[in-house]
């Protein structure tokens, strides 16, 4: 059993850069794919960006390639998402997931076991 937690959402100005972080506890996320999904208001929830387990695979939703990154410490069972040049389009509650499954396709497919609670991010204009 994995539990997630994530942190790191606010307010931000169009253009702008933010972090926001996930900590597993339970099980070990070591060999798990980790990932996040986000929803905007009225919107349903859709993909971001997923790793693999060793880190060395990423994956990116189109809207956000080149702007987002994310990456992982499997020793301090984290994973975090940098986001550059926001927009309001981005203004979402984002969540962290992770399966049980080493690769990051297996987040973009949806097929995830496990999912924080969701951050909120506002960008505003």
């Known amino acids: 059993q994995v539990q997630l937690t994530e942190s790191g959402g606010g307010l ?14 339970g099980s070990g996320i070591d060999g798990y794919a980790m990932g996040w999904f986000r929803q905007a208001p009225g919107e349903e929830r859709e993909f971001v ?3 693999d387990w060793s880190g060395d695979k990423t994956d990116y ?21 940098q986001m ?6 981005d203004t979402a509650v984002y969540y962290c997931v992770s399966a049980m499954n080493p690769f990051s396709i297996t987040i973009r497919k949806g097929e995830v076991d496990w999912w924080g609670n969701g951050t909120l991010v506002t960008v505003s204009s």
């Not at 550059?84 to 389009?89: A, D, F, S, V």
Request: proline content about 5%.
């Open 12 to 25: 931000v100005q169009d253009g702008g850069s933010l972090v926001v972080s996930c900590s597993a506890s």
């Open 84 to 89: 550059n040049r926001l927009t309001p389009e």
């Open 61 to 81: 939703a189109d809207p956000v390639k080149g702007r987002f990154t994310i990456s992982r410490d499997n020793a301090k069972k984290t994973t975090n998402l």
């Open 49 to 51: 960006a997923a790793i």
